[in-house]
């Protein structure tokens, strides 16, 4: 593994926000369900595209704490423009396991 400059993790932006809404995401290439996040007031409502069908179903996203990168580039996914990046880690079968902070924190808290 090569090593990144700390600069380059400082210029992430990684923040705590809550699933407001999940729908299945049918025209998705690959099985996906879209998100809609609560960052708080200063971010704001975004959306995301994410393929974490193996372990979860839209009625259970709803209400649950995620981490995502905030200051990537809007990304077209077929009709849905998926604006963070929710992050997870894959399990030993590869399914992925959704990044949470571990006590409560509010909407929009950036990862120190």
């Not at 593994?1 to 049918?26: K, Y």
């Not at 193996?54 to 990168?69: H, I, Q």
């Amino acid at each position: 593994m090569s090593e990144t400059p700390f600069e380059t993790f400082l210029a992430l932006d990684i923040r705590a926000g809550t699933v407001t809404r999940a729908e299945p995401f049918p025209e998705a290439r690959r099985p996906a369900i879209k998100l809609w996040v609560d960052f708080g007031p200063k971010i704001g409502l975004k959306k995301s595209s994410a393929q974490i069908t193996d372990r979860y179903t839209p009625e259970v996203l709803v209400g649950k704490k995620v981490m995502a990168v905030v200051n990537f580039a809007p990304r077209q996914i077929g009709p849905f423009m998926s604006e963070v990046l929710v992050l997870g880690f894959p399990d030993e079968d590869g399914a992925i396991v959704l990044a949470k902070p571990e006590g409560p924190v509010p909407d929009g808290a950036r990862l120190a």
